[in-house]
């Protein structure tokens, strides 16, 4: 294993084919089991891409920041809800924000948090740095995510919901994570803009167009968060694990995507 102390360094060892890996949590399991692709790892755990950043309301979080220093953070303290359902206490203590970008689903219910938040990922890479949206997020040989950016939502406009098949340290069935704002209008408070994530429900994160659009102009009430839900199942590639069926999946969409905003 290599652990290169500098973000340079675990560039050139990646690009050489080395396998990154940060708190180790996926990577690690696959290295025991014969299944990891890679014949060398590369560490980033001293490369010093730690810590959590704010200026105002915009915050960057180091890639090797761990799920636990998140969930202590007083100001991320809108995610701590999401963070607490990931995982075992331990688990979150090793495991990165970095690393939950590329967890496959029903697990990495961070990056379902901040697809919701449009949040930005900083990479460097042997041709340099670069900056790209998490919803499009695809790196080259040799690239390396060193941050993640998002603005904090403004108080109210945060949901977070996720069904599981236990209370605690289990992946999820449905996730959903949202930023939506309201304004008062002619026919009362209705929905002004609308970002909603879906986890659970595709092989990765994904937008719920659909239901964004659905939403617009209109209030968050039952009827039509029921409506946003059935619109939501044509953003989804649902499928069969251990944990719930293709079917069950999109049939308790709707469900969990109202108890989101109104319990």
């Not at 696959?30 to 890679?38: L, Y």
């Not at 220093?69 to 990165?96: G, H, K, N, Q, Y």
């Not at 994570?177 to 929905?191: H, I, S």
């Not at 719920?208 to 059935?230: F, H, K, M, N, Q």
């Amino acid at each position: 294993m290599r652990i290169p102390d500098s973000v340079a360094a675990a560039v050139i060892h990646a690009a050489a084919g080395g396998r990154v890996m940060a708190g180790g949590t996926i990577v690690m399991a696959q290295v025991n089991h014969g299944t990891a692709a890679a014949s060398e790892l590369v560490s980033l755990r001293r490369a010093g891409v730690s810590g959590i950043a704010v200026e105002g309301t915009h915050v960057s979080v180091g890639a090797t920041t761990t799920l636990a220093e998140v969930e202590e953070s007083t100001d991320l303290a809108f995610l701590r809800a999401a963070v607490r359902t990931i995982a075992s206490p331990t688990i979150r203590t090793l495991a990165t924000v970095g690393g939950n970008l590329f967890v496959p689903q029903p697990y990495g219910d961070l990056a379902v948090c901040l697809l919701a938040l449009d949040a930005t990922v900083n990479i460097t890479g042997p041709d340099g740095d670069r900056t790209a949206p998490v919803e499009r997020l695809r790196l080259d040989r040799g690239e390396i995510v060193t941050a993640v950016r998002f603005a904090v939502p403004a108080a109210g406009t945060w949901f977070y919901h996720k069904a599981m098949r236990r209370r605690l340290n289990s992946a999820a069935i449905v996730a959903v994570a949202a930023v939506v704002e309201t304004a008062d209008g002619p026919a009362g408070r209705t929905v002004t803009s609308a970002r909603i994530a879906l986890g659970g429900v595709a092989p990765r994160p994904v937008r719920a167009g659909s239901a964004e659009t659905v939403l617009i102009g209109r209030p968050l009430e039952t009827d039509v968060l029921d409506e946003a839900g059935r619109a939501a199942r044509a953003d989804i590639d649902p499928f069969d694990d251990s944990y719930a069926s293709a079917w069950y999946r999109s049939r308790v969409l709707p469900v969990h995507l109202r108890r989101a905003f109104i319990g």
